[in-house]
């Protein structure tokens, strides 16, 4: 049997990168055949399939903001590659990747999966852009594409406000390998022992601003350090974050950390007391899953993805988005209560075996790639 030819087409940053290069390190290379298009100023780390190989990659102008001029180039670049290499399926991630990779797949006649990895429209908090994002969500909606979601709750909000037929819209989870060996740090350790930890860039989404609150709130009863990982170039609302822990008086109570190696967060993790998530919206956040599989409780926002990996009062707690006491609350309970804490530990290892582990679960997507 003939290879199947996949064109994953993105902005390779983040999460998405890490999805990407999780499934390409695990799909079967007998079966298909992966070629990547990415921007031209996201990752400089090669591609590799199951084997070791290096996967063929070419780089179009795809950037994270809106810029018209190279919109429409990497459309045209887009065209052309697609048209010479001849693929038998699009996969396109996130807003970008999935605007070009539907338009071309329309011009060409080739069929799309597009994962949005959380709709872009959920990104602002201006009404105007909301509508606007809305719009082209709305606009390219079924058509030649299919919507894969990475949580059931982003499937079901594909359906209920995008306009997704139902059955235009199919899951699958957002997993990742089993996290085995863990590395000594390759920074320099400059917090407490004694801490919890998150991982998210300052931004709208990811809403630190409201973690630094929840954590003065905290810390008026028990003092716990808080580290912040992941504080990146596209950290819009750093500013934000720094202006409101000298507000606060909270510079030796926060450490807000650069990006740094995978296995550094790994390590980071694995010693913390336990995770928290302030997000306003997700798709499936990879950091919460890393931190089941490390048998890490989670304290999270009731936000897609979010409410799927996390069960109240099973392997962590759900709190409604805007509730610091909640917050305050669960947090304390957690860092007084040791053998509730024991017991959510336990079950978030069992919730990655059983539910977010690649190994089991890539056949899922091959046998979805090849229908």
Same mark, same amino acid.
């Given at each position: ?8 087409? !993105? ?11 999780? =499934? ?25 399939? $199951? ?7 070419? @780089? ?7 810029? =018209? ?5 990497? +459309? ?12 038998? !399926? ?7 990747? #999935?605007?070009?990779? @539907?338009? *071309?797949?329309? +011009? ?5 999966? &597009? ?6 429209? !959920? ?10 994002? %809305? ?11 299919? !919507?894969?979601?990475?949580? /059931? ?9 995008? #306009?997704?037929? $139902? ?6 989870? /957002? ?19 004694? &801490?919890?930890?998150?991982?998210? @860039? ?8 409201? %973690? ?14 808080? =580290?912040?990982? #992941? ?46 998530? *302030? ?22 926002? /009731?936000?897609?993805? /979010? ?6 009062? &099973? ?24 053998? +509730? ?23 899922? +997507? $091959? ?5």
């Amino acid at each position: 049997m003939a290879k199947k030819k996949i064109v994953h087409l !993105l902005h390779s940053i983040g999460g998405v990168d890490v999805y990407l290069r999780l =499934i390409l390190e695990n799909i079967k290379t007998d079966s298909f055949e992966n070629i990547v298009i990415h921007g031209t100023k996201d990752t400089e780390k090669p591609f590799f399939d $199951e084997k070791g190989n290096k996967v063929k990659e070419y @780089r179009v102008s795809i950037f994270r903001d809106i810029s =018209i001029f190279y919109d429409i180039k990497s +459309l045209f670049q887009t065209y052309k590659i697609l048209k010479k290499e001849k693929p038998n !399926l699009i996969h396109a991630h996130s807003a970008k990747g #999935g605007i070009v990779g @539907r338009i *071309t797949g329309k +011009l060409l006649g080739i069929k799309v999966i &597009y994962t949005p990895h959380a709709f872009s429209y !959920l990104s602002t908090d201006s009404s105007l852009k909301r509508k606007f994002f %809305m719009s082209i969500e709305k606009f390219l909606a079924n058509g030649n594409s299919l !919507l894969l979601a990475t949580s /059931n709750s982003e499937k079901k909000r594909a359906i209920d406000e995008v #306009g997704y037929k $139902e059955e235009n819209a199919i899951v699958f989870n /957002n997993c990742i390998e089993p996290i085995i060996k863990m590395n000594l740090l390759t920074i320099q350790k400059t917090w407490p022992d004694e &801490y919890i930890c998150t991982v998210g @860039r300052p931004s709208y989404q990811k809403n630190i601003e409201k %973690m630094i609150r929840v954590l003065y709130e905290v810390n008026k009863e028990a003092k716990i350090h808080l =580290i912040v990982m #992941g504080v990146g170039p596209v950290s819009n609302q750093l500013e934000s974050v720094k202006n409101l822990i000298v507000e606060l008086n909270m510079g030796n109570e926060v450490t807000l950390l650069d990006w740094t190696a995978r296995t550094d967060v790994f390590h980071i993790i694995n010693q913390s007391k336990f995770y928290i998530s *302030t997000s306003r919206y997700e798709g499936m956040p990879y950091s919460i899953i890393e931190s089941l599989a490390l048998s890490k409780a989670c304290i999270v926002t /009731n936000c897609d993805g /979010n409410k799927d990996l996390i069960i109240d009062n &099973y392997n962590g707690f759900v709190i409604e988005n805007e509730d610091v006491k909640g917050f305050k609350s669960k947090i304390l309970k957690l860092l007084t209560d040791k053998e +509730l804490l024991h017991k959510l530990s336990k079950n978030a290892f069992n919730s990655y075996s059983e539910n977010y582990n690649i190994k089991k679960n890539i056949y899922e +997507l $091959e046998s979805i790639y090849l229908k």
